[in-house]
């Protein structure tokens, strides 16, 4: 009889277990408006007040109902912190930083001596024509930008909960946005 109790409590604790599901959510959407909205500051693109930028409905309305039914009845998600803005003093010091190196940089943009890699981080491409002072100095800019984005990346992580180790998926994200933004002649 023993044994048998045992086995039931054991079976027991053992179902209650398989049941237990944590999804962990990696808020991309915010991401994703994040990123505009910040590289858009920083290129200077202007949006007309109070709109909000056009997201697009990838599904139908039938995967919608699956996703009703699934969240019904599947595992409970546990989403990262839920954060309306992730603008913080950090994050805004971060964009003026780079907002300002970008009207430095743009000469060098023009002039094909500085470009954007597929990674959404500046490279020098070509300095022929450039002074060493003008080298120099373009060496500077590119290297703080760089910090700069890296650390507006980890900062956008932090605003919105997600995990360090994620910051690659931020840096991405935020890749495709510096990339699209641009003139094609900045791209590497």
Request: glycine share 4%; aromatic share 8%; proline share 4%.
């Amino acid at each position: 009889m023993r044994i048998f109790r045992n086995a039931m409590v054991f079976t027991t604790l053992f179902a209650v277990a398989a049941c237990v599901t944590v999804n962990i959510y990696f808020p991309t959407q915010k991401v994703d408006q994040a990123a505009e909205k910040i590289v858009d500051q920083v290129y200077g693109i202007e949006q007309p007040d109070g709109e909000a930028p056009e997201t697009k409905d990838d599904s139908s309305s039938l995967s919608r109902m699956f996703e009703v039914v699934a969240d019904c009845f599947g595992p409970t998600a546990a989403y990262a912190q839920d954060a309306t803005t992730v603008s913080n003093p950090a994050i805004r010091e971060l964009k003026n930083q780079i907002a300002a190196n970008h009207q430095q940089l743009k000469p060098y943009y023009d002039a094909g001596a500085v470009k954007i890699g597929t990674d959404g981080m500046l490279t020098i491409a070509n300095t022929s024509g450039l002074s060493v002072a003008q080298q120099a100095e373009l060496k500077r800019l590119v290297r703080a930008d760089n910090s700069a984005r890296n650390s507006l990346y980890s900062e956008v992580a932090k605003a919105l909960g997600i995990a360090q180790s994620e910051v690659g998926k931020v840096k991405d994200i935020f890749a495709k946005h510096w990339r699209d933004k641009a003139p094609a002649a900045w791209l590497q």
